[in-house]
Nanobody, 123 residues
Framework: QVQLVESGGGLVQAGGSLRLSCTASGRTFSTYAMGWFRQAPGKEREFVAAINRSGGITYYADSVKGRFTISRDNAKNTVYLQMNSLKPEDTAVYYC????????????????WGQGTQVTVSS
């Protein structure tokens, strides 16, 4: 079982950057595919980015391609989401997720979820 803790959220102006971190408990972090999802006010939670166990395969939502980068450091049990060129529409609570299977863009395959970290982008 894995516990996930997100950090790095905050308030930033449009065009700015933030780096989110998600640190996992356990000694088998490298066996989990990781994903980032977000939920904006009044909207359903949506996929943002995902990365496979080794970090060699990544997926991104069309809305963040070219601006966000997901990465992981298995030695630190941490996955990151580097967010550049932030837009007001990026405002949401960002959630980290871990799954026993391959990286996926859908929520259902993920087994563990963090509590979320707020990202607010002002116009």
């Amino acid at each position: 079982q894995v516990q996930l803790v997100e950090s790095g959220g905050g308030l930033v102006q449009a065009g700015g950057s933030l780096r989110l971190s998600c640190t996992a408990s356990g000694r088998t972090f490298s066996t989990y595919a990781m994903g980032w999802f977000r939920q904006a006010p009044g909207k359903e939670r949506e996929f943002v980015a995902a990365i496979n166990r080794s970090g060699g395969i990544t997926y991104y939502a069309d809305s963040v391609k070219g601006r966000f980068t997901i990465s992981r450091d298995n030695a630190k049990n941490t996955v990151y989401l580097q967010m550049n060129s932030l837009k007001p529409e990026d405002t949401a609570v960002y959630y980290c997720a871990a799954g026993h299977r391959t990286a996926t863009t859908t929520e259902r395959p993920y087994d563990y979820w963090g509590q979320g970290t707020q990202v607010t982008v002002s116009s």
